[in-house]
Structures are given as C-alpha cells and as structure tokens.
C-alpha cells in the first residue's frame, strides 16, 4: 500500500529565514510519481512539482527547491529566504504510475510565516 | 487559475438531503478526479473517470455516485447527506496519453455543509 507522512504538522518562522518541509513515502512500486501542492488560505489546491521516481535530480525554481532521495524514500521541499506569502498548508503526494492514477496525500503542514 | 471549474462554490443543506457538485475539467483534460478533503481524513480520493467510463473507485461511500458526461463534465452527487459528509469537496483533470501519470490540476474546491 501506498502512504505519505508529512511529520511535520506545524512550522512557524520568520520572514527571510530557511525552512525545510519533510516527505516521506512508502509504496512497492518501481516506478511512481511525486507532488508538491499548496493550499493558500483561499483553500485552492496549486500544483508546484512533479517528479518520476527516476529522476533523482534536484530541482530549484527561484526560491523552491526539491531534494528527492529515493534511498531515503523522500522528497524534501526547501523555502530560501521566505516570505508572508509563502504561508499555506503544503501537501505531499504519491502516484502510482499504472492502473488508478490517484493521489495518495501526506496529511499537510501548516507553515506561517512571520514578519 | 487552473482552469478546472466547480459549482457552487458554497453549500448549505441539512441532514437527510441530496446535492449535486459540477465540475468542468481543463480544456483537453480527459480525466476527472474527485476528492474530499475533511478535518479528520484529510485529502481522500474518491473516483476517477476517464473520457466517461469509471477508471478508478477510492474511499467512496455507496450514498455518494458520480458520473462523466460526453462534454467532460462531471457531476458527484451526495445523498442522505451526514453531518460527518461535511467537507471541502475537489474535483481535479489531466489527460494522460496512456501509461504513467499526467499531472492533475485542482478546481477551488466546493464547500459542503451539513446542517
């Protein structure tokens, strides 16, 4: 079965400050997918990544960046320098490559970010 | 904008009742997806259909149905609604090619109150 645990249920820092969001799965699948999403408190559902389970590499996009290391069977998320608007509930997600495509989510943290 | 609509965007009804929740997936997107979203459960899939057939069946209780239109849309429909059915309900699209996982892009959500 496939599981996603987000240890972290509340974050809470100050603007400009790093913060680092904890994913990890569990599937006994060779090839999956993994996702990033944010929920602002407009309560919206926005995708920020994919990721196939070959692809080990790390991705940076302006201030996001993913590290995902199959080895530890996680996918890392990492605000630099964050701010205000950055606050949100972000959630993680499994997907199976074959057969049903659902996303299997993480329980979400809540990050607040501080001015 | 995802481009995935949902109506109504709020929900008011009482216990015993019937609803029915729309979503228009993204231009092209020949799946839809629904999710619940609830305080105690979390994110849970419920039902997948894929250019009108059902593909994938989740945690869908037997009051709940849904059904994909020849235009796209879908439509899930609650009966004998619950107080515990109360619930940020998402409807979400992609259009995968064939194997593998295409990325599924969130509506803003339904929000159902149970009275």
């Known amino acids: 079965a496939q599981k996603v645990t987000q240890a972290q249920t509340e974050i809470s820092v100050v603007e400009k400050e790093d913060v680092t969001l904890d994913c990890v799965y569990e599937t006994r699948d060779t090839t999956y997918y993994l996702f990033w999403y944010k929920q602002p408190p407009s309560g919206e559902l926005v995708f920020l990544i994919r990721r196939n389970s070959f692809d080990e590499q790390n991705e940076i996009s302006g201030r996001y960046s993913w590290n995902f290391q199959k080895s530890t069977s996680s996918f890392n998320f990492t605000i630099t320098a964050s701010q205000v608007v950055d606050s949100a509930v972000y959630f993680c997600?499994?997907?199976?490559?074959?057969?049903?495509?659902?996303?299997?989510f993480g329980q979400g943290t809540r990050l607040t970010i501080n001015p | 904008d995802s481009g995935v609509t949902q109506t109504p965007k709020h929900l008011i009804t009482a216990t015993g009742q019937r609803v029915t929740l729309r979503c228009s997936p993204r231009s092209g997107d020949l799946s839809v997806y629904w999710y619940q979203q609830s305080l105690d459960q979390g994110l849970q899939f419920l039902i997948q259909?894929?250019?009108?057939?059902?593909?994938a069946k989740g945690n869908i209780l037997e009051r709940f149905s849904a059904q994909q239109f020849p235009d796209l849309h879908s439509e899930l429909n609650l009966s004998s609604l619950e107080l515990g059915d109360s619930a940020l309900y998402f409807c979400?699209?992609?259009?995968?090619?064939?194997?593998?996982?295409?990325?599924?892009?969130f509506g803003p959500g339904t929000r159902l109150t149970v009275l």
């Open positions: 979400a699209s992609s259009n995968p090619a064939g194997a593998g996982t295409d990325t599924q892009y």
């Open positions: 259909y894929y250019n009108g057939e059902e593909r």
């Open positions: 997600a499994l997907s199976e490559a074959d057969g049903a495509q659902k996303l299997v």
